[in-house]
């Protein structure tokens, strides 16, 4: 079935330094993709998301880039802050039903 | 505020006892669904609906019923509870399948 996998299951940086989060997905026939932060105990919440006709796109301190031909996004948290500190998730969309694939998220601790 | 709300936020219940959580969104979005989140497993799909009386399974159907009677809210029902289905639960509704989810806040069950 399809599958999301991200390279590192922690990342832990400095306060102010940048963040990169990846992710693989398996289905190449993916169309959307969205990035979700998850704080401890709450919903998982949209930050960013893009199209399968682009390539990179810029939100306010974030950037996720797609890389169709390896099938591999990342995201990017510029001068990150301690309130960064969550689960991050990719999640392309699957073939059916609007259903979002999630993988295991990636841990990101921000060190002051 | 455009939100989803989901009742109860935490439930401890019993082996067989019935119970229903309840999802609403004030988006008037036509698509819903239901998430579950174990740890190492990540977030999988129970069920979703893509419009008022439209309901199809997820990933992960199996002791989980559902119904969309009105398009604000789509209630998860449990009719006899087992521990495997101890999770936290998620709400998420977006415009169509096909555009961003927006989740709830979750449910914290626990079947003794």
């Known amino acids: 079935g399809e599958s999301v996998g991200l390279h590192l299951p922690t990342l832990s940086v400095q306060e102010g330094d940048n963040s990169i989060i990846n992710c693989a997905y398996s289905?190449?026939?993916?169309?959307?993709f969205i990035w979700y932060k998850q704080e401890s105990g709450k919903g998982p919440q949209f930050i960013i998301d893009?199209?399968?006709?682009?390539d990179k796109r810029q939100g306010q301190r974030v950037t996720v880039l797609l890389n169709k031909t390896v099938k591999h996004l990342s995201l990017q948290i510029a001068a990150t802050q301690p309130g960064d500190s969550a689960v991050y998730f990719c999640a392309p969309r699957g073939d059916q039903g609007g259903k979002l694939i999630f993988g295991q998220g990636t841990e990101l601790s921000v060190k002051p | 505020e455009a939100q989803v709300t989901q009742n109860p936020r935490y439930l401890i219940t019993v082996t067989g006892k019935k119970l229903t959580v309840t999802c609403s969104q004030n988006?008037?979005?036509?698509?819903m669904s239901w998430y579950r989140q174990d740890p190492g497993l990540g977030l999988r799909q129970i069920y979703y609906?893509?419009?008022?009386?439209?309901?199809d399974k997820g990933d992960v159907p199996e002791g989980y019923k559902v119904s969309r009677k009105e398009k604000r809210n789509f209630p998860l029902i449990l009719e006899s509870p087992s521990p495997n289905q101890t999770s936290l639960y998620f709400c998420a509704s977006s415009f169509g399948g096909k555009e961003t989810q927006y989740f709830g806040p979750g449910t914290r069950l626990l079947v003794l």
């Open positions: 893009i199209r399968s006709n682009m």
């Open positions: 988006m008037n979005h036509e698509y």
């Open positions: 289905n190449s026939a993916s169309d959307y």
């Open positions: 609906s893509m419009n008022v009386e439209v309901t």
